[in-house]
T-cell receptor
Framework: AQSVTQLGSHVSVSEGALVLLRCNYS??????LFWYVQYPNQGLQLLLK??????LVKGINGFEAEFKKSETSFHLTKPSAHMSDAAEYFC????????????FGAGTILRVKS | DTGVSQNPRHKITKRGQNVTFRCDPI?????LYWYRQTLGQGPEFLTY????????KSRLLSDRFSAERPKGSFSTLEIQRTEQGDSAMYLC?????????????FGDGTRLSIL
């Protein structure tokens, strides 16, 4: 089975500060990992993905994430928060062995203070 | 690339009524997925199609739910005899060939409210 845990349902940062959103996964097979962002009343937009290869993955809007197999983590970071980053962020895992479905964490709401 | 399109965006109906949602995937994508998202939760997988074949269904998909993708293009999700617990956002996603490492692209969802 596969599962995702996102630590912290709400994270608040000041504009210009580092953003760190935590994601830990459980998977008995090599995982594919994704981060999505959701703005109110909208669908999910892909930020970045890890499949194979380089463990530090860069995505859109200045976000990046690092796959750490030993820690079963895939934390999302951004050096400097913008007001427009305020949204809900979801970490997800999939693998061929468990079909093609995405298994999502419960999400983290990011608040950016001016 | 016009993105994944879902209609309607909002649906309000009385308990016991039937509802149908439509999803138009990105045109060259052969895989189509349905998810359900309730308030404060991440999306949960319901079912997925590869072309017109429905390859997997979640246990969340009770007998009142049925999904089709008759020509391998658009898909419909029907809920019969709706219940209060069906109130949620229903999200559709599509992806191209290549397996589960291909990212899924989501529509803006259909928000269902049961009175």
């Amino acid at each position: 089975a596969q599962s995702v845990t996102q630590l912290g349902s709400h994270v608040s940062v000041s504009e210009g500060a580092l953003v760190l959103l935590r994601c830990n996964y459980s998977s008995s097979v090599p995982p594919y990992l994704f981060w999505y962002v959701q703005y109110p009343n909208q669908g999910l937009q892909l930020l970045l993905k890890y499949t194979t290869g380089a463990t530090l993955v860069k995505g859109i809007n200045g976000f990046e994430a690092e796959f750490k197999k030993s820690e079963t983590s895939f934390h999302l970071t951004k050096p400097s928060a913008h007001m427009s980053d305020a949204a809900e962020y979801f970490c997800a895992v999939s693998s061929m062995e468990y079909g093609n479905k995405l298994v999502f964490g419960a999400g983290t709401i990011l608040r950016v203070k001016s | 690339d016009t993105g994944v399109s879902q209609n309607p965006r909002h649906k309000i109906t009385k308990r016991g009524q039937n509802v149908t949602f439509r999803c138009d995937p990105i045109s060259e994508h052969n895989r189509l997925y349905w998810y359900r998202q309730t308030l404060g939760q991440g999306p949960e997988f319901l079912t997925y199609f590869q072309n017109e074949a429905q390859l997997e269904k979640s246990r969340l998909l009770s007998d009142r739910f049925s999904a089709e993708r008759p020509k391998g293009s658009f898909s419909t999700l029907e809920i019969q005899r709706t219940e209060q617990g069906d109130s949620a956002m229903y999200l559709c996603a599509s992806s191209s060939r290549g397996g589960s490492n291909q990212p899924q692209h989501f529509g803006d969802g259909t928000r269902l409210s049961i009175l």
